[in-house]
């Protein structure tokens, strides 16, 4: 969550591009960032730039953009993920939540065989990879058949 003190334009709080350039994201989660206008209320913002930027790519939820975003881009949906935590591996991740829209939606133009956390987290667990840095396993859940 980035927030941005802007004038009367949004700019991109998520990603920005100051000037006219191309942005290729690939799998790839952008939301819940903000620009506070004029020192008033806060708009949603999460990719946006100067005239002529442009966006390319593919398999990506991106909640508000100032640009167009390339088909099948996830819009406007919360990506449903846990607060920053340690998941297993080098670093906090956002783990998705279960019903999270990213799961079994995003694609492994990378071909890396891991996520984010390293050894023993596949990359794919299911019939696609869940967007992100971190694929959502049931496995790692205590409760994994729901019970309470």
């Known amino acids: 969550n980035n927030s941005l003190n802007g004038t009367a334009t949004k700019y991109g709080a998520g990603i920005r591009m100051f000037y006219a350039n191309n942005i290729d994201l690939q799998n790839t989660i952008v939301a819940t960032n903000m620009t506070q206008l004029n020192g008033t ?5 999460d990719v946006g730039g100067a005239t002529g930027s442009t966006v390319t790519g593919a398999n990506n939820l991106v909640y508000f953009p100032d640009l167009v975003m390339p088909g099948g881009t996830i819009l406007l949906t919360d990506p449903g993920l846990r607060a920053l935590a ?9 783990m998705p939540n279960f019903g999270s829209a990213v799961i079994d939606a995003g694609n492994n133009a990378s071909g890396a065989t891991l996520d984010q956390r390293g050894t023993g987290h596949p990359r794919i667990l299911g019939p696609l990879p869940d967007i992100g840095a971190v694929e959502f396993d049931l496995s790692d859940e205590i409760f994994a058949n729901g019970f309470d």
Do not use: R
């Not at 209320?41 to 913002?45: F, G, M, N, R, Y």
């Not at 340690?86 to 956002?94: E, I, K, R």
């Open 86 to 94: 340690g998941n297993g591996g080098p670093t906090a991740t956002h």
């Open 41 to 45: 209320d806060l708009e949603p913002d």
